[in-house]
Nanobody, 117 residues
């Protein structure tokens, strides 16, 4: 069974920082490309950042320079460091694993990030 468990969401003021974590099942993490998505009420889920098995990273233009994605293979964990947060970053953030072996996609349950004064 594959599990992805996110944590770290919170209420933060504009300009503040948060770090999200996603712990994945060991049987999937090492073979998966990992990514963070987010979804605002009434909007489609959008890709935020991704990191390949080899550590290559990519970011959506809206978060480039403010967010950093990283992975710790020893801990089966992917992180999203979010700095200089803005109100438009408010969303539920989801972790996604794309298993390169099977082609299957797995999702976490989401963690709420609210940026407000």
């Amino acid at each position: 069974q594959v599990q992805l468990v996110e944590s770290g969401g919170d209420l933060v003021q504009p300009g503040g920082s948060l770090r999200l974590s996603c712990v994945a099942s060991p049987n999937i993490f090492t073979s998966a490309a990992m990514a963070w998505y987010r979804q605002c009420p009434g909007k489609e889920r959008e890709w935020v950042a991704g990191v390949t098995r080899g550590g290559s990273r990519n970011y959506a233009e809206s978060v480039k320079g403010r967010f950093t994605i990283s992975r710790d293979n020893a801990k089966n964990t992917v992180y999203l460091q979010m700095n200089n947060l803005k109100s438009e970053d408010t969303a539920v953030y989801y972790c996604r694993a794309l298993d390169a072996s099977s082609g299957y996609t797995y999702w976490g349950q989401g963690t709420q990030v609210t940026v407000s004064s």
